[in-house]
């Protein structure tokens, strides 16, 4: 067995691949979201339709997309690897253990947060990935060129009230998960200062609520919207 293979098959090395790909797809949701505040733009959705285009079609996202799904992959499969060992270490919990005291809810809960935020990504791509990238849109005419009309597709999907709770539940399980991964995916890879992990935590903790608070808005707000109309 190489150095390599020794390395990332070990705890330590697991963990850090669960942080940096953790870390990676971070900085995925920020660009997905500055994208998707287009919806909030009164131009009956062109500029969504615009960047939606944009996206499908140039060929550094598109590339890009197969190290997200790549990161994706990783991430969680590393992530089950590591939850397994830790049951297999402690497969008995000591009788008077008391996990609240030593740890967040956030933290003794990321299995489970994962799991509603990976329920949510397999209907939110079947919804709106797998028609943008192989048909099954109309189209629509901005500025003389024809785009497919993805906006309209997630209007329609806002106004499922099931579908708004499910995103919205998915949005607040993420807000957990980034709560415990932020701060850990720092402490993992060996960036702890006394000076500056207050402040790493403080961000992370912002992060955790603006970030899917954002994505939450938008289902609530076309579902809001259409209720009263």
Do not use: C
Request: no cysteine; charged share 10%; hydrophobic share 50%.
């Amino acid at each position: 067995m190489s150095w390599f293979t020794k390395t990332f098959s070990s705890t330590i090395g697991r963990k850090v691949l669960v942080a940096v790909t953790g870390l990676f797809l971070i900085s995925f949701l920020v660009v997905h979201l500055v994208g998707n505040l287009q919806l909030f733009k009164d131009d009956g959705g062109n500029a969504f339709n615009v960047y939606s285009h944009f996206m499908g079609t140039n060929p550094i996202i598109r590339t890009m997309e197969i190290v997200l799904v790549v990161g994706f992959l990783l991430h969680i499969y590393e992530a089950l690897v590591l939850t397994r060992r830790n049951k297999n270490v402690r497969p008995v919990a000591y009788a008077y253990n008391r996990p609240e005291d030593n740890s967040n809810w956030s933290s003794r809960n990321m299995g489970l947060l994962g799991t509603v935020i990976l329920v949510f990504l397999i209907v939110h791509l079947w919804n709106f990935f797998v028609p943008a990238r192989f048909g099954g849109l109309d189209g629509v005419v901005v500025d003389n060129v024809q785009y497919d009309n993805l906006y309209i597709r997630v209007v329609e999907s806002f106004h499922i009230w099931w579908y708004v709770v499910l995103y919205v539940v998915a949005q607040i399980a993420l807000g957990y998960h980034l709560y415990h991964g932020f701060q850990s995916a720092f402490q993992t890879l060996g960036l702890n200062h006394k000076k500056y992990t207050p402040a790493i935590q403080m961000f992370g903790a912002f992060f955790s609520v603006v970030v899917p608070g954002a994505f939450a808005a938008m289902p609530l707000y076309f579902f809001i919207q259409h209720i009263l109309n």
